[in-house]
């Protein structure tokens, strides 16, 4: 009984641990530990006793998980593990205006093969170049839109 007991308390208290170190692993291990202690309890005492061990197990998860998703969040701790804010930039170049590009002189700001990035007015955009290769710093001329990208030319 002092081994079942021992394998739920480890089980859980890798499930507890996992929250702050986020590996699978020690989740994994956790969740083996208590089954382990299931089929311990089956082996010493029968089907009787590892239902009721099963049960307790489920029980033990569901509250740590019940903590875990509900009640840790709300305490300092659990908001000091979260990240709520933002850097305000983005990872991709901004989308161009229509009217605003198009027929406009660019200048090829990567290698364009046939897809790159171009400086139009200063601003970077996401390029594709009908003419296909074309070398870093050569002249283009935007010549219309795709979805998310420009179209380019060689002038």
Same mark, same amino acid.
């Given at each position: 009984?002092? *081994?079942?007991?021992? *394998?739920?308390?480890?089980?859980?208290?890798?499930?507890?641990?996992?929250?702050?170190?986020?590996?699978?692993?020690?989740?994994?291990?956790?969740?083996?530990?208590?089954?382990?202690?299931?089929? /311990?309890?089956?082996? =010493?005492?029968?089907?009787?006793?590892?239902?009721?061990?099963?049960? /307790? #197990?489920?029980?033990?998860?569901?509250?740590?998980?019940?903590?875990? *998703?509900?009640?840790?969040?709300?305490?300092?701790? &659990?908001?000091?593990?979260?990240?709520?804010?933002?850097?305000?930039?983005?990872?991709?170049?901004?989308?161009?205006?229509? #009217?605003?590009?198009? %027929?406009?002189?660019?200048?090829? =700001?990567?290698?364009?093969?046939?897809? %790159?990035?171009? *400086?139009? =007015?200063?601003?970077?955009?996401?390029?594709?170049?009908?003419? %296909?290769?074309?070398?870093? &710093?050569? #002249?283009?001329?935007?010549? %219309?839109? =795709?979805?998310?990208?420009? /179209?380019?030319?060689?002038?």
């Amino acid at each position: 009984m002092t *081994l079942i007991l021992l *394998l739920f308390i480890v089980g859980i208290m890798l499930l507890a641990a996992d929250i702050f170190v986020s590996s699978f692993v020690m989740a994994a291990v956790g969740g083996v530990a208590m089954v382990a202690g299931c089929v /311990i309890a089956y082996r =010493d005492s029968g089907i009787l006793a590892a239902g009721l061990a099963a049960v /307790i #197990a489920l029980v033990l998860l569901g509250g740590a998980i019940y903590i875990e *998703l509900v009640l840790l969040p709300k305490t300092r701790v &659990g908001k000091g593990l979260v990240v709520e804010s933002t850097s305000g930039s983005s990872s991709q170049p901004p989308l161009a205006k229509d #009217a605003a590009v198009v %027929g406009k002189q660019a200048i090829a =700001d990567t290698t364009l093969a046939p897809s %790159g990035y171009v *400086l139009v =007015d200063g601003q970077r955009y996401e390029a594709f170049c009908r003419t %296909g290769h074309v070398a870093r &710093g050569a #002249a283009l001329r935007v010549v %219309g839109m =795709d979805n998310f990208r420009l /179209i380019v030319a060689k002038q």
